[in-house]
């Protein structure tokens, strides 16, 4: 082997190692848009609802979730989710109603255009839920649970700490495992998902 065909072998095999890996993670980061997974009442990933089907009547929203402000914890950021949104007050006054899981979703966002105090109840809806309230900048307000009303009348109704511009509603127990409390932002958008 000459020297010339010897030096081409010892650059060329390490380039094209490297260039392959460079491809490999490149075509593996290619996954995609918005991968999510539904949390369940126990925070468990349920890989049969990866597939979201659209709801009648309302629009998809992304939201991630922001821990970079909680006390003692490390802070990131969290991937981008799926939520139903409801930002008409027809599309609010429907919420969940009726409905027996979030068809994929992670969440229904509620959306308001200005800042409110108005409660929730849980007329006619089948889920438990939890439900966090968040403020205009996104920053935590407060969070409940929210038990079906079932034949109740008049149905118990559940009202944030303070003033909130978006409510987030996941099943039972689904806050938590969003990172989702004290400290948190909700950051909101794009539409679609």
Wanted: net charge negative; with cysteine; aromatic share 8%.
């Amino acid at each position: 082997m000459s020297p010339l065909t010897r030096r081409a072998l010892n650059w060329g095999i390490p380039v094209l190692l490297l260039l392959g890996i460079i491809g490999f993670v490149l075509a593996g980061a290619d996954g995609p848009a918005n991968p999510s997974f539904r949390l369940g009442p126990s925070g468990s990933s349920d890989t049969t609802a990866l597939v979201r089907t659209r709801v009648s009547g309302f629009g998809e929203v992304t939201f991630r979730v922001d821990t970079t402000g909680v006390l003692f914890g490390s802070g990131s950021v969290s991937g981008a989710r799926c939520a139903l949104l409801a930002a008409t007050v027809q599309q609010q006054n429907q919420g969940l109603m009726n409905r027996t899981d979030l068809s994929g979703y992670d969440a229904m966002l509620f959306q308001f255009e200005r800042d409110t105090q108005g409660e929730f109840y849980m007329k006619d809806t089948l889920i438990p839920l939890s439900i966090a309230w968040f403020d205009a900048e996104g920053d935590f307000v407060s969070a409940t649970d929210m038990p079906p009303c079932g034949d109740q009348d008049p149905c118990p109704t559940y009202g944030a700490e303070a003033a909130y511009r978006y409510a987030l509603e996941v099943q039972e127990g689904g806050l938590e495992p969003l990172g989702i409390g004290p400290g948190t932002r909700l950051l909101v958008g794009p539409e679609g998902c």
